[in-house]
């Protein structure tokens, strides 16, 4: 069965982290791209990073550098978001998305994932 389905997110204060994690199967991280992106109310959903799963090289968007990373667990079948020093502007729904294997356009397009998770909310509040 392909899916994907996020966990991990909650209330948190600024400077506080949190990790998500994106369980998938077999199949699903058979694809090459495994991406995290964020989205606020009706706005446009926003490319926070990606994974190339196999060999594992990972990417951040400039406007979460040097706070978030991306991780993998083979053996389980997850991949994570660590989000560190947390700021109110991170506040969104979280999804991670695999690319669609026909896909051509930048890695940052939404509309070249075809599979989705149902996103976990992340609030970052005083």
């Known amino acids: 069965q392909v899916q994907l389905v996020e966990s991990g997110g909650g209330l948190v204060h600024p400077g506080d982290s949190l990790r998500l994690s994106c369980a998938g199967s077999?199949?699903?991280?058979?694809?090459?791209?495994i991406s995290w992106f964020r989205q606020v109310s009706e706005k446009e959903r926003e490319f926070v990073g990606n994974?190339?799963?196999?060999?594992?090289?990972?990417y951040v968007a400039d406007s979460v550098k040097g706070r978030f990373t991306i991780f993998k667990d083979n053996a389980k079948n997850m991949l994570y978001l660590q989000m560190n020093n947390l700021k109110p502007e991170d506040t969104a729904v979280y999804f991670c998305a695999a690319r669609s294997p026909t896909a051509y356009g930048t890695l940052d397009t939404p509309g070249d994932y075809d599979l989705w998770g149902q996103g976990t909310q992340v609030t970052v509040s005083s």
């Open positions: 994974i190339r799963w196999t060999p594992g090289n990972t």
């Open positions: 077999t199949e699903t991280f058979s694809r090459i791209y």
